[in-house]
């Protein structure tokens, strides 16, 4: 086991990851920019190191920077969070080639599941189901046009490093095809420097599920079942649940025994996840997240399993210790992600913190870094708090949801607490009834 890991990362997950660190008896080594000096992550670790100033491309993605901060304090490896460096082939590979350990999956897993094409080539080839669509790059109007008269309208045209819902576009009939397809390309070349897209067929009314697999270095690959990720606005995750109240036990089994089948060929190892559009009775492989999830704590609860602790576990060359018939679900958990913006128009508020009051009570767990007389600075994601509640049902956990969010007091900043208060409170919500388009109608509506 390592003794000490550089955490390459801020906020929530860092404080998670050094959680995880501290069970473990593993000393930890926070990094940060001159903007979060008094974070709470840098308050707890046992050695810091200041990697730059406020701009994350000076501090939390400067390589440079992080790496002989972690050869100066004689970490022996780097768990990357979710985010910033976390899928980035390149570092994973400057992280080994100085004799450290980076926990996540190989540079050449990450390179591979980080382009969205080879991505659904190497699933489709390992038999995992796909969304009908093109066999590859799509390069020209042309094409578009072919693939788009195969497949049916209407279609999505989507960035080949893309993420986030950059570079993604919807053609609904011939007329809107070239407009939809040149603007596509053109988000994706500013967005990552490579305008590279790929179609497919766009469908009306799916569910966006993901299934979280765990790899070991010795050839043992597990799953832990389902999330459902509908809830979504402009194609971020707002709230998560697991497991999905559109899957049935029989429909986790069947994906999980083809998903694991899948990876266990492709030699993967650590934490992944699967996503899959659900649409009539069939999961459509859409893309692998090749790191820790923002909404692994769900599965977590479900599970009762520690994923950043496995993590960590796999990464120091240990097995699994356990197979798929080991691992149980119990109850049913949901994540509400608390952001600093406003819940009506969405626009950020960074600012000071005044009075921070978490909710508590059996089934209730807070993810956060945020403190009273913290600021919340500009310069990165607002996501300031997930609220995750556990319950022996789907209708206990919203309960116990709703009285969360009323408990929850954060001051000095806006947050989205009284946005995710309405969405409890819906019927459709309540009756487990949304796919990935719901969420954009009742905010309009709201």
């Not at 990697?51 to 790496?67: H, K």
């Not at 049916?152 to 989507?158: D, S, T």
């Not at 597990?222 to 999330?227: K, Y």
């Not at 089994?253 to 996503?275: C, H, I, K, P």
Request: aromatic share 6%; net charge negative; with cysteine.
């Amino acid at each position: 086991m390592f003794s000490k890991i550089l955490i390459a990362n801020r906020g929530e997950i860092a404080l998670r990851v050094q959680r995880a660190c501290r069970e473990l008896g593993i000393a930890t080594v926070a990094v940060h920019s001159t903007a979060d000096a008094e974070a709470m992550h840098v308050r707890l670790a046992d050695e810091t190191v200041c990697i730059g100033p406020p701009q994350a491309r000076e501090s939390y993605l400067n390589m440079p920077a992080i790496l002989t901060a972690a050869l100066i304090t004689g970490a022996e490896a780097i768990h990357p969070g979710y985010g910033f460096l976390s899928e980035n082939a390149g570092f994973a590979e400057m992280v080994e080639a100085h004799g450290l350990v980076f926990i996540g999956p190989s540079p050449t897993h990450v390179r591979m599941m980080g382009d969205k094409i080879t991505a659904k080539t190497t699933m489709a080839a390992l038999g995992v189901p796909l969304v009908p669509g093109s066999a590859g790059e799509v390069p020209d109007l042309r094409m578009a046009r072919s693939v788009a008269e195969t497949v049916g309208y209407p279609v999505l045209i989507k960035a080949a490093a893309g993420g986030g819902g950059r570079g993604m576009k919807v053609a609904y009939d011939p007329a809107s095809l070239e407009e939809a397809f040149l603007l596509a390309r053109t988000e994706a070349a500013a967005a990552f420097g490579n305008d590279a897209v790929y179609m497919e067929k766009y469908l009306d009314r799916p569910r966006h599920i993901e299934l979280q697999i765990l790899g070991d270095n010795h050839g043992n690959v597990v799953h832990f079942g389902e999330r459902d990720c509908s809830l979504q606005r402009r194609h971020q995750k707002l709230l998560e649940e697991a497991g999905s109240p559109a899957i049935t036990a029989a429909a986790r089994d069947a994906l999980g025994e083809t998903a694991v089948a899948a990876l266990q060929r492709f030699g993967y190892r650590n934490a992944g996840t699967l996503e899959f559009l659900y649409q009539d009775g069939q999961f459509a492989f859409i893309e692998m997240n090749t790191r820790l999830q923002v909404e692994h704590p769900v599965t977590e609860m479900v599970s009762n399993v520690d994923l950043v602790r496995e993590q960590i576990r796999i990464s120091a060359g240990e097995p699994l210790g356990y197979g798929q018939a080991d691992i149980s679900f119990s109850g049913h958990a949901i994540e509400c992600r608390i952001t600093a913006e406003d819940p009506e128009s969405f626009a950020p508020s960074p600012g000071l913190v005044g009075v921070f009051h978490p909710p508590g009570g059996l089934g209730v767990r807070i993810d956060s870094a945020l403190y009273g007389g913290y600021r919340v600075p500009a310069h990165y994601d607002s996501l300031v708090a997930k609220l995750i509640t556990h319950g022996r049902d789907r209708a206990e956990a919203i309960a116990r949801m709703r009285r969360a969010l009323e408990e929850f007091v954060i001051t000095g900043v806006k947050t989205t607490i009284p946005l995710h208060r309405r969405i409890l409170d819906d019927p459709t919500f309540m009756a487990g009834d949304y796919t990935i388009h719901w969420l954009e109608r009742f905010v309009a509506q709201n």
